[in-house]
């Protein structure tokens, strides 16, 4: 095991304590002031139980990904910095992304379209606003490579396609994987898979600082989970499932591995297409759905699988994906 690896996972492990240390005070200052997830009644009904759970839980992971990465890229370990300022990207996605979230939960928990949210227009808007700058800073800050092809020797070049694209990868993902969020442990456990996946692409192509910033996010996806598997003590909510979607999409996109993307993260793309499917269907048929109930996790629920099914099933598909995913990144 190379000094990198051994570091990386040691950061993920810090990462995680750090977690778990915070996760009950952090629980506890949510549920002082009733920040309470409201829940839909269009959606299952064995949900409403989940009424008033804690929300906003994404600055769970936030936090501790936040202060490993501020501090250990301000200080020397062995004469190597063990993050570099490329991190700060990535880092600002989560952010951007996150206050986007965190609005929205607010909004929904307290503000005048409570047990709504931020209306989906406004959302969008500040989506694609911040996905733009982060696209800019990809393209002419970092000057990351904008599409390695399995088969070519060098990186494609997109030109000022490359913006709209970026763009749009990351808008998409933001959204996939807040449609993931929807049972207990699920959008953890499939964001803590595709990071782990990326981290190891990181190091494989000699990005260390950033598979160290992967493997800080699982870490802390970790300890988070420790509170969110079933039953859930709290939800990240949008706060924290835009962050991680976004941020996901970032890491891709520095690597210049996105292609497959799609399968490494097999089940927010699934989530995604789902709504689009069943909204589509549902215009174009005049009220008739091909799902019962979608995001497709909805539809097994209403069929009668138990959550902790669904998650398990969804992970192991998951897994498969990433793994393929990871295979056809280095193929040729």
């Given at each position: ?11 993920g ?30 959606v ?31 200080v ?6 063990l ?31 409570k ?67 929807g ?16 981290g ?15 493997f ?31 941020t996901l ?39 008739k759905?091909v ?7 909805h ?34």
């Open positions: 095991m190379t000094q990198s690896t051994s570091l990386a996972i040691a950061i492990g810090i990462a995680f304590l750090l977690s778990v240390i915070w996760g009950d005070p952090f629980i506890r200052f949510l549920k002082t002031f009733r920040i309470g997830k409201i829940i839909r009644i269009d299952p009904e064995s949900h409403m139980a989940k009424m008033n759970t804690p929300t906003m839980g994404g600055f769970m992971f936030l936090m501790p990904v936040t202060v490993l990465t501020v501090i250990l890229n301000a020397s370990l062995f004469g190597s910095r993050f570099g300022a490329s991190i700060l990207v990535p880092l600002a996605t989560l952010w951007g992304f996150a206050l986007i979230g965190a609005v929205d939960d607010w909004e929904g928990v307290r503000g005048p379209r047990g709504l949210g931020m209306r989906s227009s406004t959302k969008f808007i500040l989506q694609v606003v911040v996905a733009l700058v982060i696209a800019y800073a990809l393209k002419d800050v970092l000057l990351v490579p904008q599409l390695v092809w399995p088969t070519a020797l060098q990186p494609l070049n997109l030109g000022w396609l490359y913006l709209p694209i970026a763009a749009f990868i990351i808008v998409e993902m933001a959204n996939a994987v807040n449609f993931t969020d049972i207990d442990g699920l959008a953890g456990m499939i964001a803590l898979t595709a990071f782990g996946v990326y190891i692409i990181a190091l494989n192509i000699g990005l260390v600082y950033l598979a160290r910033f992967c800080c996010v699982v870490g802390a996806l970790a300890g988070f989970l420790w509170f969110n598997v079933k039953p859930a003590q709290l939800y990240m909510g949008d706060t924290g499932s835009q962050a991680l979607g976004a999409a970032v890491v891709a996109l520095m690597t210049g591995r996105w292609l497959f993307l799609p399968l490494i993260a097999i089940i927010p793309t699934a989530e995604m297409l789902s709504v689009v499917i069943q909204v589509t269907y549902f215009k174009l048929s005049h009220g759905r799902f019962r109930k979608s995001p497709i996790h539809h097994f629920e209403m069929i009668g699988w138990e959550e902790n099914q669904i998650v398990l099933r969804f992970w192991l598909i998951e897994l498969i994906g990433a793994m393929i995913g990871f295979a056809l990144t280095f193929l040729g």
